[in-house]
Protein backbone atom coordinates (compact mmCIF):
# COMPACT_ATOMS: atom_id res chain seq x y z
CA UNK A 1 0.00 0.00 0.00
CA UNK A 2 2.83 2.52 1.58
CA UNK A 3 5.54 1.05 -1.27
CA UNK A 4 8.46 3.07 -0.79
CA UNK A 5 7.40 5.03 1.62
CA UNK A 6 10.16 4.99 4.49
CA UNK A 7 12.87 4.71 1.69
CA UNK A 8 12.14 7.65 -0.60
CA UNK A 9 14.85 10.32 0.38
CA UNK A 10 14.91 13.67 -1.31
CA UNK A 11 17.50 14.93 -3.07
CA UNK A 12 19.17 17.35 -0.59
CA UNK A 13 19.75 14.65 2.13
CA UNK A 14 20.99 12.22 -0.38
CA UNK A 15 23.77 14.79 -0.96
CA UNK A 16 24.36 15.01 2.60
CA UNK A 17 24.97 11.22 2.72
CA UNK A 18 27.25 10.85 -0.20
CA UNK A 19 30.82 11.08 1.86
CA UNK A 20 33.75 12.32 -0.75
CA UNK A 21 31.39 14.32 -2.95
CA UNK A 22 31.85 18.16 -1.00
CA UNK A 23 34.91 18.63 0.48
CA UNK A 24 35.73 21.75 -0.14
CA UNK A 25 32.18 24.23 0.31
CA UNK A 26 31.73 25.82 -3.28
CA UNK A 27 32.38 29.53 -2.01
CA UNK A 28 35.91 28.72 -0.96
CA UNK A 29 36.56 27.91 -4.82
CA UNK A 30 35.06 30.25 -6.00
CA UNK A 31 36.44 33.37 -3.53
CA UNK A 32 39.98 31.60 -4.48
CA UNK A 33 39.38 32.24 -8.17
CA UNK A 34 38.44 35.42 -7.88
CA UNK A 35 41.55 36.73 -5.70
CA UNK A 36 43.94 34.34 -7.79
CA UNK A 37 42.74 36.25 -10.45
CA UNK A 38 43.07 39.58 -9.12
CA UNK A 39 46.64 38.55 -7.80
CA UNK A 40 48.14 37.85 -11.20
CA UNK A 41 46.15 41.29 -12.65
CA UNK A 42 48.07 42.89 -9.85
CA UNK A 43 51.17 41.77 -10.93
CA UNK A 44 51.09 42.01 -14.66
CA UNK A 45 49.08 45.33 -14.45
CA UNK A 46 51.47 47.30 -12.28
CA UNK A 47 54.17 46.74 -15.22
CA UNK A 48 51.66 48.84 -18.05
CA UNK A 49 51.29 52.55 -18.69
CA UNK A 50 48.23 53.55 -16.91
CA UNK A 51 46.83 54.57 -19.78
CA UNK A 52 46.56 51.37 -21.84
CA UNK A 53 45.52 48.97 -18.45
CA UNK A 54 45.00 49.51 -15.01
CA UNK A 55 45.42 47.16 -11.97
CA UNK A 56 43.11 46.10 -8.51
CA UNK A 57 45.49 48.19 -6.14
CA UNK A 58 45.08 51.32 -8.49
CA UNK A 59 41.25 50.97 -9.53
CA UNK A 60 40.50 50.51 -5.79
CA UNK A 61 42.10 53.65 -4.96
CA UNK A 62 39.96 55.60 -7.74
CA UNK A 63 36.84 53.92 -6.04
CA UNK A 64 37.72 55.04 -2.47
CA UNK A 65 37.68 58.55 -4.18
CA UNK A 66 34.69 57.97 -6.59
CA UNK A 67 32.79 57.32 -3.53
CA UNK A 68 34.31 60.24 -1.19
CA UNK A 69 33.30 62.96 -3.65
CA UNK A 70 29.83 61.51 -3.89
CA UNK A 71 30.28 60.79 -7.60
CA UNK A 72 29.51 56.68 -7.63
CA UNK A 73 26.43 57.42 -5.63
CA UNK A 74 24.88 59.88 -7.72
CA UNK A 75 25.52 57.76 -10.80
CA UNK A 76 24.88 54.68 -9.64
CA UNK A 77 21.36 56.45 -8.58
CA UNK A 78 21.13 58.21 -11.98
CA UNK A 79 21.60 53.81 -13.49
CA UNK A 80 19.85 51.51 -11.40
CA UNK A 81 16.47 53.65 -11.50
CA UNK A 82 15.99 53.70 -14.91
CA UNK A 83 17.13 50.07 -14.84
CA UNK A 84 14.79 48.92 -12.79
CA UNK A 85 12.10 50.37 -14.80
CA UNK A 86 13.08 49.54 -18.30
CA UNK A 87 13.82 45.29 -16.45
CA UNK A 88 10.83 45.39 -14.69
CA UNK A 89 8.21 46.80 -17.76
CA UNK A 90 10.45 44.27 -19.50
CA UNK A 91 9.49 40.95 -17.57
CA UNK A 92 5.73 42.88 -17.32
CA UNK A 93 5.51 42.63 -20.76
CA UNK A 94 7.65 40.08 -21.81
CA UNK A 95 6.29 36.92 -19.83
CA UNK A 96 2.48 37.34 -20.81
CA UNK A 97 3.57 38.04 -24.57
CA UNK A 98 5.92 35.11 -24.70
CA UNK A 99 3.07 32.62 -23.12
CA UNK A 100 0.17 33.95 -26.02
CA UNK A 101 2.67 33.41 -28.48
CA UNK A 102 3.28 30.30 -27.46
CA UNK A 103 0.24 29.09 -26.92
CA UNK A 104 -1.39 30.94 -29.67
CA UNK A 105 -0.72 29.76 -32.89
CA UNK A 106 -2.68 33.16 -34.29
CA UNK A 107 -0.48 35.09 -32.06
CA UNK A 108 2.81 32.58 -33.08
CA UNK A 109 2.19 33.36 -36.66
CA UNK A 110 1.41 37.14 -35.85
CA UNK A 111 4.28 38.81 -33.60
CA UNK A 112 6.37 35.38 -33.51
CA UNK A 113 8.36 36.75 -36.74
CA UNK A 114 8.85 40.68 -34.55
CA UNK A 115 10.08 39.04 -31.35
CA UNK A 116 12.64 36.83 -33.75
CA UNK A 117 13.62 40.14 -35.45
CA UNK A 118 13.81 41.73 -32.58
CA UNK A 119 16.23 39.93 -30.30
CA UNK A 120 18.21 39.86 -33.22
CA UNK A 121 18.08 43.81 -33.87
CA UNK A 122 21.00 45.74 -34.17
CA UNK A 123 19.81 48.35 -31.20
CA UNK A 124 22.64 49.94 -31.16
CA UNK A 125 22.26 52.05 -34.32
CA UNK A 126 18.58 52.84 -33.26
CA UNK A 127 19.95 54.57 -29.69
CA UNK A 128 20.81 58.32 -32.05
CA UNK A 129 16.94 57.96 -32.97
CA UNK A 130 15.70 57.06 -29.45
CA UNK A 131 17.65 59.79 -28.39
CA UNK A 132 15.41 62.08 -30.53
CA UNK A 133 12.70 60.56 -29.57
CA UNK A 134 12.85 60.38 -25.44
CA UNK A 135 15.30 63.07 -25.24
CA UNK A 136 18.54 62.71 -23.21
CA UNK A 137 17.80 61.38 -19.78
CA UNK A 138 16.05 58.91 -17.55
CA UNK A 139 13.17 58.00 -20.47
CA UNK A 140 15.38 56.78 -23.23
CA UNK A 141 17.49 54.52 -20.83
CA UNK A 142 14.96 53.04 -19.71
CA UNK A 143 13.43 52.69 -23.26
CA UNK A 144 16.87 51.12 -24.72
CA UNK A 145 17.54 48.84 -21.44
CA UNK A 146 13.81 47.93 -21.86
CA UNK A 147 14.37 46.94 -25.79
CA UNK A 148 17.42 44.83 -24.83
CA UNK A 149 15.92 43.03 -22.35
CA UNK A 150 11.93 42.28 -23.36
CA UNK A 151 13.08 40.04 -26.34
CA UNK A 152 15.21 37.22 -24.39
CA UNK A 153 12.39 37.23 -21.77
CA UNK A 154 10.06 37.03 -24.58
CA UNK A 155 11.77 33.96 -26.62
CA UNK A 156 12.48 31.86 -23.82
CA UNK A 157 9.03 32.08 -22.64
CA UNK A 158 7.91 30.90 -25.96
CA UNK A 159 10.07 28.44 -25.95
CA UNK A 160 9.31 27.26 -22.75
CA UNK A 161 5.44 26.82 -23.43
CA UNK A 162 6.09 24.91 -26.58
CA UNK A 163 8.18 22.53 -24.24
CA UNK A 164 5.25 21.86 -22.04
CA UNK A 165 3.99 18.52 -22.56
CA UNK A 166 0.98 17.72 -24.64
CA UNK A 167 0.31 15.41 -21.84
CA UNK A 168 -0.19 17.95 -18.95
CA UNK A 169 -2.29 20.17 -21.70
CA UNK A 170 -4.61 17.24 -22.09
CA UNK A 171 -4.96 16.81 -18.04
CA UNK A 172 -6.73 20.70 -18.34
CA UNK A 173 -8.67 19.91 -21.06
CA UNK A 174 -9.81 16.50 -19.56
CA UNK A 175 -10.79 18.25 -17.02
CA UNK A 176 -13.20 20.93 -19.14
CA UNK A 177 -10.94 24.02 -18.13
CA UNK A 178 -11.09 26.89 -19.90
CA UNK A 179 -7.86 27.90 -22.39
CA UNK A 180 -7.21 30.72 -19.97
CA UNK A 181 -7.43 28.54 -16.93
CA UNK A 182 -4.95 25.91 -18.78
CA UNK A 183 -2.37 28.68 -19.85
CA UNK A 184 -2.53 29.75 -15.93
CA UNK A 185 -2.92 27.00 -14.16
CA UNK A 186 -0.77 24.82 -15.87
CA UNK A 187 1.72 26.78 -18.87
CA UNK A 188 2.61 29.03 -16.66
CA UNK A 189 4.34 26.81 -13.30
CA UNK A 190 5.25 24.82 -16.27
CA UNK A 191 6.76 26.92 -17.89
CA UNK A 192 8.70 29.29 -15.21
CA UNK A 193 12.08 27.38 -14.98
CA UNK A 194 12.41 28.53 -18.62
CA UNK A 195 10.74 31.99 -17.67
CA UNK A 196 13.50 32.75 -15.06
CA UNK A 197 16.12 31.31 -17.52
CA UNK A 198 15.27 34.14 -19.76
CA UNK A 199 14.61 36.86 -16.46
CA UNK A 200 18.63 35.78 -15.81
CA UNK A 201 19.49 35.92 -19.53
CA UNK A 202 18.04 39.52 -19.75
CA UNK A 203 20.07 40.96 -16.96
CA UNK A 204 23.03 40.83 -19.05
CA UNK A 205 21.61 42.39 -21.51
CA UNK A 206 19.73 45.21 -19.97
CA UNK A 207 23.63 46.26 -18.52
CA UNK A 208 24.98 46.37 -21.67
CA UNK A 209 21.69 48.22 -23.29
CA UNK A 210 22.23 50.69 -20.08
CA UNK A 211 25.73 51.73 -20.40
CA UNK A 212 24.97 51.99 -24.09
CA UNK A 213 22.26 54.62 -23.22
CA UNK A 214 24.84 56.73 -21.12
CA UNK A 215 27.76 56.61 -23.34
CA UNK A 216 25.23 58.14 -26.30
CA UNK A 217 24.10 60.65 -23.60
CA UNK A 218 27.32 60.56 -21.61
CA UNK A 219 25.57 63.30 -18.81
CA UNK A 220 25.02 60.84 -16.08
CA UNK A 221 25.13 57.67 -14.65
CA UNK A 222 27.68 54.94 -14.32
CA UNK A 223 28.09 54.87 -18.61
CA UNK A 224 29.02 58.52 -18.09
CA UNK A 225 31.81 58.12 -15.49
CA UNK A 226 33.01 55.51 -18.01
CA UNK A 227 33.22 57.42 -21.18
CA UNK A 228 34.35 60.60 -19.29
CA UNK A 229 37.03 59.08 -17.43
CA UNK A 230 38.19 57.06 -20.91
CA UNK A 231 38.22 60.16 -22.67
CA UNK A 232 40.79 61.88 -19.83
CA UNK A 233 43.05 58.54 -20.21
CA UNK A 234 42.02 57.88 -16.53
CA UNK A 235 42.01 54.12 -17.01
CA UNK A 236 41.56 53.48 -13.17
CA UNK A 237 38.70 55.58 -12.55
CA UNK A 238 37.12 54.28 -16.47
CA UNK A 239 37.14 50.81 -14.46
CA UNK A 240 35.49 51.73 -11.42
CA UNK A 241 31.86 51.47 -12.92
CA UNK A 242 32.61 48.83 -14.99
CA UNK A 243 33.20 46.49 -12.14
CA UNK A 244 30.34 48.08 -9.75
CA UNK A 245 28.22 47.13 -13.15
CA UNK A 246 29.32 43.40 -12.84
CA UNK A 247 29.25 42.74 -9.00
CA UNK A 248 25.52 44.26 -9.63
CA UNK A 249 24.83 41.60 -12.25
CA UNK A 250 25.94 39.02 -10.15
CA UNK A 251 24.41 40.02 -7.62
CA UNK A 252 20.80 40.44 -9.42
CA UNK A 253 21.34 37.11 -10.87
CA UNK A 254 21.73 34.97 -7.33
CA UNK A 255 18.75 36.85 -6.40
CA UNK A 256 16.52 35.74 -9.20
CA UNK A 257 18.47 32.49 -8.59
CA UNK A 258 17.05 32.11 -4.97
CA UNK A 259 13.60 33.81 -5.94
CA UNK A 260 13.54 30.83 -8.51
CA UNK A 261 14.16 28.23 -6.18
CA UNK A 262 11.63 30.07 -3.59
CA UNK A 263 8.89 30.14 -6.68
CA UNK A 264 9.28 27.04 -8.41
CA UNK A 265 11.23 24.59 -5.40
CA UNK A 266 10.25 21.20 -7.51
CA UNK A 267 12.47 21.92 -10.85
CA UNK A 268 15.42 22.05 -8.81
CA UNK A 269 14.69 18.86 -7.10
CA UNK A 270 13.09 17.02 -10.52
CA UNK A 271 16.56 18.38 -12.03
CA UNK A 272 19.03 16.98 -8.70
CA UNK A 273 20.41 21.19 -9.44
CA UNK A 274 22.52 22.20 -6.73
CA UNK A 275 22.68 26.13 -5.62
CA UNK A 276 24.48 28.01 -8.23
CA UNK B 1 -25.66 4.73 -15.29
CA UNK B 2 -22.73 4.96 -16.94
CA UNK B 3 -23.09 3.31 -20.84
CA UNK B 4 -20.49 4.00 -23.07
CA UNK B 5 -21.41 3.21 -27.07
CA UNK B 6 -18.89 4.07 -30.01
CA UNK B 7 -21.01 3.94 -32.68
CA UNK B 8 -19.25 3.68 -36.43
CA UNK B 9 -16.59 5.87 -35.02
CA UNK B 10 -13.52 6.13 -37.75
CA UNK B 11 -10.32 8.67 -37.46
CA UNK B 12 -8.72 9.15 -40.95
CA UNK B 13 -5.76 11.78 -40.46
CA UNK B 14 -3.29 12.68 -43.21
CA UNK B 15 0.35 11.96 -42.97
CA UNK B 16 3.70 12.94 -45.40
CA UNK B 17 5.55 9.79 -45.73
CA UNK B 18 8.48 10.45 -47.96
CA UNK B 19 6.81 13.96 -48.77
CA UNK B 20 3.80 11.96 -50.16
CA UNK B 21 0.74 12.74 -48.20
CA UNK B 22 -1.03 9.76 -47.23
CA UNK B 23 -4.17 9.11 -45.34
CA UNK B 24 -3.98 6.66 -42.44
CA UNK B 25 -6.71 5.27 -41.39
CA UNK B 26 -6.38 4.78 -37.57
CA UNK B 27 -10.45 3.74 -36.75
CA UNK B 28 -12.45 2.30 -39.36
CA UNK B 29 -16.49 1.98 -38.23
CA UNK B 30 -15.93 1.17 -34.41
CA UNK B 31 -18.34 -0.21 -33.22
CA UNK B 32 -19.18 -1.59 -29.18
CA UNK B 33 -20.83 -0.59 -26.14
CA UNK B 34 -19.85 -0.95 -22.52
CA UNK B 35 -22.52 -1.44 -20.16
CA UNK B 36 -23.26 0.35 -17.26
CA UNK B 37 -20.75 -0.67 -14.30
CA UNK B 38 -19.07 -3.65 -16.78
CA UNK B 39 -15.35 -3.35 -16.92
CA UNK B 40 -13.94 -3.56 -20.27
CA UNK B 41 -10.16 -4.20 -22.07
CA UNK B 42 -9.33 -2.48 -25.53
CA UNK B 43 -6.59 -4.70 -26.76
CA UNK B 44 -4.71 -5.28 -29.72
CA UNK B 45 -1.26 -4.64 -31.39
CA UNK B 46 1.03 -1.44 -30.99
CA UNK B 47 -0.83 1.59 -33.84
CA UNK B 48 -4.30 -0.55 -33.31
CA UNK B 49 -5.86 2.25 -32.82
CA UNK B 50 -7.27 1.43 -29.17
CA UNK B 51 -5.69 4.00 -27.65
CA UNK B 52 -7.02 6.67 -30.01
CA UNK B 53 -10.78 5.19 -29.32
CA UNK B 54 -10.40 5.80 -25.89
CA UNK B 55 -8.89 9.42 -26.61
CA UNK B 56 -11.93 9.72 -28.90
CA UNK B 57 -14.20 8.28 -26.03
CA UNK B 58 -12.31 11.02 -23.88
CA UNK B 59 -12.84 13.68 -26.22
CA UNK B 60 -9.66 14.55 -26.21
CA UNK B 61 -9.62 13.57 -30.06
CA UNK B 62 -12.21 14.06 -32.24
CA UNK B 63 -13.36 11.30 -34.35
CA UNK B 64 -14.00 11.64 -38.53
CA UNK B 65 -17.00 10.15 -38.88
CA UNK B 66 -19.06 8.22 -36.03
CA UNK B 67 -20.42 8.92 -32.47
CA UNK B 68 -19.71 8.65 -28.83
CA UNK B 69 -22.61 8.72 -26.50
CA UNK B 70 -22.84 8.11 -22.81
CA UNK B 71 -26.10 7.04 -21.77
CA UNK B 72 -27.54 7.73 -25.13
CA UNK B 73 -26.51 11.10 -25.54
CA UNK B 74 -23.51 12.42 -28.02
CA UNK B 75 -20.61 13.42 -26.44
CA UNK B 76 -19.31 17.36 -27.72
CA UNK B 77 -15.43 17.09 -26.32
CA UNK B 78 -14.40 16.42 -22.71
CA UNK B 79 -16.84 16.26 -19.51
CA UNK B 80 -17.50 15.54 -16.76
CA UNK B 81 -19.13 12.19 -16.91
CA UNK B 82 -15.69 11.02 -17.91
CA UNK B 83 -13.02 10.86 -16.24
CA UNK B 84 -9.34 9.52 -17.46
CA UNK B 85 -6.20 7.84 -16.00
CA UNK B 86 -3.16 8.63 -18.25
CA UNK B 87 -0.29 6.32 -19.05
CA UNK B 88 2.08 7.88 -16.81
CA UNK B 89 -0.50 9.55 -14.26
CA UNK B 90 0.77 12.99 -15.39
CA UNK B 91 0.32 15.09 -12.43
CA UNK B 92 0.91 18.01 -11.78
CA UNK B 93 5.04 18.52 -10.65
CA UNK B 94 4.75 21.39 -8.41
CA UNK B 95 1.22 20.44 -6.64
CA UNK B 96 1.35 17.52 -4.05
CA UNK B 97 -0.85 14.72 -4.26
CA UNK B 98 -3.76 16.88 -2.15
CA UNK B 99 -3.32 19.27 -4.51
CA UNK B 100 -3.58 17.52 -7.72
CA UNK B 101 -6.55 15.70 -6.38
CA UNK B 102 -8.15 19.23 -5.51
CA UNK B 103 -7.18 20.71 -8.83
CA UNK B 104 -9.75 18.54 -10.53
CA UNK B 105 -12.39 19.43 -8.08
CA UNK B 106 -11.41 23.29 -8.32
CA UNK B 107 -12.15 22.78 -12.54
CA UNK B 108 -15.56 20.96 -12.03
CA UNK B 109 -16.56 24.06 -9.58
CA UNK B 110 -15.95 22.62 -6.01
CA UNK B 111 -14.92 25.75 -3.42
CA UNK B 112 -14.30 25.56 0.25
CA UNK B 113 -13.92 22.73 2.72
CA UNK B 114 -15.75 20.18 0.62
CA UNK B 115 -12.42 20.74 -1.93
CA UNK B 116 -10.49 18.98 0.92
CA UNK B 117 -12.85 16.36 2.36
CA UNK B 118 -13.51 15.11 -0.93
CA UNK B 119 -10.04 14.69 -1.97
CA UNK B 120 -9.08 13.24 1.45
CA UNK B 121 -12.15 10.78 0.77
CA UNK B 122 -10.39 9.29 -2.67
CA UNK B 123 -6.63 9.52 -1.84
CA UNK B 124 -7.95 7.48 1.03
CA UNK B 125 -9.78 5.06 -0.77
CA UNK B 126 -6.53 4.86 -3.08
CA UNK B 127 -4.48 3.96 -0.08
CA UNK B 128 -2.58 7.30 0.05
CA UNK B 129 -4.22 9.36 3.37
CA UNK B 130 -0.90 9.39 4.69
CA UNK B 131 1.41 10.29 1.94
CA UNK B 132 -1.50 13.35 0.50
CA UNK B 133 1.28 16.36 1.33
CA UNK B 134 4.37 14.71 -1.11
CA UNK B 135 5.04 16.35 -4.83
CA UNK B 136 4.65 14.08 -7.19
CA UNK B 137 8.76 13.58 -7.60
CA UNK B 138 8.53 12.25 -3.70
CA UNK B 139 6.42 9.47 -5.57
CA UNK B 140 7.03 5.84 -6.49
CA UNK B 141 5.63 5.10 -9.95
CA UNK B 142 2.69 2.84 -8.24
CA UNK B 143 1.67 5.84 -6.18
CA UNK B 144 1.82 8.70 -8.74
CA UNK B 145 -0.46 6.26 -10.29
CA UNK B 146 -2.54 5.93 -7.45
CA UNK B 147 -3.12 9.61 -7.67
CA UNK B 148 -3.89 9.92 -10.96
CA UNK B 149 -6.79 7.42 -10.07
CA UNK B 150 -8.00 9.42 -7.54
CA UNK B 151 -7.91 12.56 -9.44
CA UNK B 152 -10.00 10.57 -12.06
CA UNK B 153 -12.71 9.48 -9.14
CA UNK B 154 -12.98 12.43 -7.31
CA UNK B 155 -14.70 14.06 -9.97
CA UNK B 156 -17.26 11.22 -9.72
CA UNK B 157 -17.76 10.47 -13.39
CA UNK B 158 -19.90 7.68 -14.58
CA UNK B 159 -17.44 6.11 -16.82
CA UNK B 160 -13.26 5.62 -15.87
CA UNK B 161 -11.36 5.52 -18.89
CA UNK B 162 -7.73 4.37 -18.19
CA UNK B 163 -4.94 4.46 -21.01
CA UNK B 164 -2.68 1.20 -20.35
CA UNK B 165 -3.09 2.49 -16.54
CA UNK B 166 -0.16 0.03 -15.52
CA UNK B 167 1.89 -0.39 -18.65
CA UNK B 168 4.56 1.75 -17.48
CA UNK B 169 5.08 -0.24 -13.68
CA UNK B 170 6.90 -2.95 -12.29
CA UNK B 171 5.26 -6.69 -12.05
CA UNK B 172 4.96 -6.56 -8.64
CA UNK B 173 3.26 -3.17 -8.15
CA UNK B 174 1.17 -3.90 -11.41
CA UNK B 175 -0.46 -6.57 -10.05
CA UNK B 176 -1.08 -4.99 -6.52
CA UNK B 177 -3.16 -1.67 -8.20
CA UNK B 178 -4.73 -5.01 -10.30
CA UNK B 179 -6.18 -6.16 -7.08
CA UNK B 180 -6.83 -3.04 -6.10
CA UNK B 181 -8.84 -1.06 -9.12
CA UNK B 182 -10.90 -4.40 -8.50
CA UNK B 183 -12.04 -3.72 -5.55
CA UNK B 184 -12.54 0.01 -6.30
CA UNK B 185 -15.17 -1.16 -9.19
CA UNK B 186 -17.00 -3.44 -6.43
CA UNK B 187 -16.79 -0.85 -4.23
CA UNK B 188 -18.02 2.40 -6.81
CA UNK B 189 -19.57 0.48 -9.44
CA UNK B 190 -18.10 2.90 -12.26
CA UNK B 191 -17.85 1.57 -15.55
CA UNK B 192 -14.47 1.08 -17.04
CA UNK B 193 -12.72 0.85 -20.34
CA UNK B 194 -9.18 0.78 -20.15
CA UNK B 195 -6.74 0.18 -22.94
CA UNK B 196 -3.94 -2.32 -22.05
CA UNK B 197 -1.22 -4.69 -24.19
CA UNK B 198 -0.99 -7.05 -20.90
CA UNK B 199 -3.26 -10.22 -22.01
CA UNK B 200 -3.66 -11.65 -18.50
CA UNK B 201 -4.45 -8.26 -17.37
CA UNK B 202 -7.23 -7.98 -20.03
CA UNK B 203 -8.90 -11.34 -18.59
CA UNK B 204 -8.07 -10.61 -14.97
CA UNK B 205 -9.80 -7.55 -14.83
CA UNK B 206 -12.66 -7.38 -17.53
CA UNK B 207 -15.82 -8.80 -18.29
CA UNK B 208 -15.18 -8.16 -21.73
CA UNK B 209 -11.90 -8.23 -24.19
CA UNK B 210 -12.28 -6.04 -27.72
CA UNK B 211 -9.57 -7.31 -29.74
CA UNK B 212 -8.66 -4.59 -32.30
CA UNK B 213 -6.84 -4.99 -35.23
CA UNK B 214 -5.76 -2.25 -37.74
CA UNK B 215 -8.09 0.11 -36.24
CA UNK B 216 -10.74 -2.25 -36.48
CA UNK B 217 -13.17 -4.24 -34.06
CA UNK B 218 -11.66 -8.05 -34.56
CA UNK B 219 -13.62 -9.92 -31.92
CA UNK B 220 -15.24 -9.78 -28.67
CA UNK B 221 -14.65 -12.24 -25.72
CA UNK B 222 -16.45 -12.82 -22.67
CA UNK B 223 -14.60 -13.74 -19.78
CA UNK B 224 -16.72 -16.10 -17.04
CA UNK B 225 -14.66 -15.03 -14.21
CA UNK B 226 -17.54 -14.45 -11.06
CA UNK B 227 -17.15 -11.22 -9.15
CA UNK B 228 -15.98 -10.24 -6.93
CA UNK B 229 -12.49 -11.40 -8.19
CA UNK B 230 -11.18 -11.48 -4.91
CA UNK B 231 -7.97 -13.56 -4.79
CA UNK B 232 -5.93 -12.77 -8.11
CA UNK B 233 -3.38 -15.62 -7.65
CA UNK B 234 -6.14 -18.47 -7.18
CA UNK B 235 -7.93 -16.45 -10.36
CA UNK B 236 -4.51 -16.93 -12.34
CA UNK B 237 -4.26 -20.73 -11.90
CA UNK B 238 -7.79 -21.44 -12.89
CA UNK B 239 -8.51 -23.36 -16.05
CA UNK B 240 -11.30 -20.54 -16.92
CA UNK B 241 -8.38 -18.21 -17.15
CA UNK B 242 -6.13 -20.51 -18.92
CA UNK B 243 -8.71 -21.12 -21.31
CA UNK B 244 -10.28 -17.54 -21.97
CA UNK B 245 -7.00 -16.32 -22.09
CA UNK B 246 -5.75 -19.06 -24.76
CA UNK B 247 -8.67 -17.85 -26.69
CA UNK B 248 -8.02 -14.12 -26.74
CA UNK B 249 -4.17 -15.05 -27.26
CA UNK B 250 -5.04 -16.80 -30.56
CA UNK B 251 -7.48 -14.33 -32.18
CA UNK B 252 -4.63 -11.83 -31.22
CA UNK B 253 -2.00 -13.83 -33.24
CA UNK B 254 -4.64 -14.76 -35.97
CA UNK B 255 -4.85 -10.87 -36.55
CA UNK B 256 -0.82 -10.41 -36.63
CA UNK B 257 0.00 -13.18 -38.67
CA UNK B 258 -0.78 -11.53 -41.93
CA UNK B 259 2.27 -9.03 -41.19
CA UNK B 260 4.85 -11.23 -40.79
Given at each position: MAELADNVTTISEADEI?????????WVITTASIVILLAIWEYFGRDINPIFGSYPSAIFAAFVTLVRNGKLGVALLQSVQPFLLGYSVAIVIGVPLGLVIGRFWIAEAALGILVTGGYAMPLVALVPLLVLWFGLGFAVKAAVIFLMSVFPITINTWLGVKSVPKTLIDVGKALVASDAVILRRIVLPATLPYIMAGIRLAVGRAVVGMVIAEFFT???GLGAIIINSANNFDTATMFVPIIVLMVLAVGLNSLIGWFERFVAPWQAEIAGRDQS | MGEVSLIDVSKRFSLRIEGKPQIVR????LNFTVSDGEVVALIGPSGCGKTTALRIAMGLETATSGAVTIDGVTIKG????RGIVFQHAE?????TALQNVEFGLEMKGMRGAALRDTAMKYLTLVGLADSVKRRPYQLSGGMQQRVGIARALAIDPKVLLMDE?????DAQTRETLQSELLEIHARTKKTILFVTHDLDEAVLLADRVVVMEHGRLQEIFTVPLPRPRGDLSAIRGSDVFAQTRYRVWRALHAGAQPLH
Amino acid sequence: MAELADNVTTISEADEIDPGKRRVPRWVITTASIVILLAIWEYFGRDINPIFGSYPSAIFAAFVTLVRNGKLGVALLQSVQPFLLGYSVAIVIGVPLGLVIGRFWIAEAALGILVTGGYAMPLVALVPLLVLWFGLGFAVKAAVIFLMSVFPITINTWLGVKSVPKTLIDVGKALVASDAVILRRIVLPATLPYIMAGIRLAVGRAVVGMVIAEFFTSISGLGAIIINSANNFDTATMFVPIIVLMVLAVGLNSLIGWFERFVAPWQAEIAGRDQS
Amino acid sequence: MGEVSLIDVSKRFSLRIEGKPQIVRALDRLNFTVSDGEVVALIGPSGCGKTTALRIAMGLETATSGAVTIDGVTIKGCGYDRGIVFQHAELLPWLTALQNVEFGLEMKGMRGAALRDTAMKYLTLVGLADSVKRRPYQLSGGMQQRVGIARALAIDPKVLLMDEPFGALDAQTRETLQSELLEIHARTKKTILFVTHDLDEAVLLADRVVVMEHGRLQEIFTVPLPRPRGDLSAIRGSDVFAQTRYRVWRALHAGAQPLH
